[in-house]
């Protein structure tokens, strides 16, 4: 089991939070996804180490912007 | 067609709004639902004029507050 984390900026509310987790936990091979509103850190865990490009698309998808 | 506008209180973001509109919008006798996230101003048109507790209940209902 892999854990990533990464801060997300724009997210403002539980509906975001939700948008967030949704996409991000679609991605193949993603076990769980936790959410912090406060300071946008989003900790994902799966099988296999996730890539960056895969996750940071995800967070684009859902409509934010990955920091860093 | 009557028209109704109240103010909302607590939508932070476009979710929130789909989250209003769709809960004022499922009300019956509503035709449209108009929502400006920055004022919080909430413009219903419906048939007939719509009663301050349903569309109160409608707003409670998607988690936020109506001022006044």
Redesign the interface.
Known sequence: MASTTITVTGM??G??V??VKEEVGALSGVQSVEVDLESGRVTVASDDPLPNERLTAAIDEAGYDVVG
């Open positions: 403002s509310c509906h975001c939700s948008a």
